[in-house]
């Protein structure tokens, strides 16, 4: 059984048509689309007809398949409606039911625990070399100490700072050339106890780096590699530090080269959950996780993961989404101009409307004030 949590906002009359539901069902369920859509996959038909009945008698739907009232196939997808508190008083009536539904009841009692509203923060991005796929986000060291005064002042909640390119094609440099390129950075914003106006997070999975950062003012790992090193896994529980679990397909050199997932959300789920096990194992306490948009992913992959971040609310950890300038947004907005903040920012609300709690982002000042307005029309 395989469960996805999908955004509300997606066409539901055409997802219904795809699933078989029957023409005289489909005004009646679209017109109960617009709350909680989860999604179930492979649900034991037995159970489909209990968790029908069941929603029914609250006032929520389960649009099943024609046949599966007479079992006209050992298994079904289904697609669950109901608002929040229909799916609180689903949870205690599956709890006790069979055929899986106990786990279900699990799950969706995670969903209603962790889908709360908290605050967003914009993490903003500094990069100590001269590789990274945006020109505008290079500095070195008095400049960098420069805009992040700045960014402070703009409202970054987080300083992200890294040495090594991730953009696609990149080639890895050595822990050494990395520590090089970012020791000075680190040292002038410990001695300046730049710490105690912003949190300060390092973009690396360098153990030695980590460990320099880490002595000296820093509190978050941001990991593209998801805590794959077991040395960083133990330096985040040493220094009880948060990591930010990312996922890739790949490494950097050749993630975009024909990237393929049977379903995204699932495949980034299962992947969550054991580092999660892992995090915990290592004692990290605090995690951040992080879909890795552009990390090995199709463009089709992309726009589920940043449409569909509620499908993680139930990981019960905050999301953070980055999608800053990345060339997902010409493809979908072909442009002479290599300007991508509006599109930028028009990823970013999304994300943010779905789930997502942190954004990571070349430009702080704009995403603070398109935030404060969005924030204020959702009243």
Known sequence: ??????????????????????????????????????????????????????????????????????????????????????????????????????????????????????????????????????????????????KISEMIQEGA???????????????????????????????????????????????????????????????IINDITGLANDEVAQLCGEYNATAVIMHAQGTPESMQLNPFYSSVLNDVELFFQERLEKAEKFGIVDVILDCGIGFGKRLEDNLALITHQKHFLALGKPLLVGASRKSMINTLSPSLSDDRLGGTLAIHLKAIEEGARIVRVHDVKEHVQAIALWQALKG
């Not at 159970?47 to 050992?74: F, M, R, Y």
């Not at 669950?80 to 008083?89: D, F, G, H, P, T």
């Not at 890294?162 to 050595?174: E, N």
């Not at 020791?183 to 360098?206: N, W």
């Open 157 to 219: 909640d987080i300083i992200d700072i890294g040495g090594v390119s991730s953009r696609p094609g990149s080639i890895a440099v050595s822990e050494a050339e990395e520590l090089n390129r970012v020791r000075p950075i680190i040292d002038t914003l410990y001695r300046e106890k730049i710490y105690e106006k912003v949190r300060l997070s390092l973009d690396s999975y360098a153990p030695s780096v980590i460990r320099y950062a880490l002595e000296r003012g820093f509190h």
């Open 1 to 146: 059984m395989i469960i996805e949590h999908l955004s509300s906002t997606i066409d539901i009359r055409h997802f219904l048509q795809e699933l078989g539901v029957d023409g005289g069902g489909l005004s009646i369920l679209e017109a109960k689309g617009k709350l909680h859509l989860i999604r179930i996959k492979d649900l034991h038909v037995g159970a489909a007809n209990i968790l029908k009945q069941d929603a029914l008698s609250i006032g929520a739907d389960l649009a099943v398949p024609k046949g599966t009232v007479i079992a006209s196939e050992p298994r079904v997808n289904a697609l669950l409606i109901a608002n929040e508190r229909q799916l609180r008083k689903l949870v205690q009536k599956e709890k006790a039911q069979p055929f899986g539904l106990k786990q279900l009841s699990s799950e969706l009692e995670r969903f209603c625990a962790h889908h709360v509203s908290q605050k967003i923060e914009v993490m903003g991005i500094i990069n100590a070399n001269e590789d990274s796929f945006y020109p505008h986000s290079r500095f070195q060291e008095s400049e960098a100490v420069a």
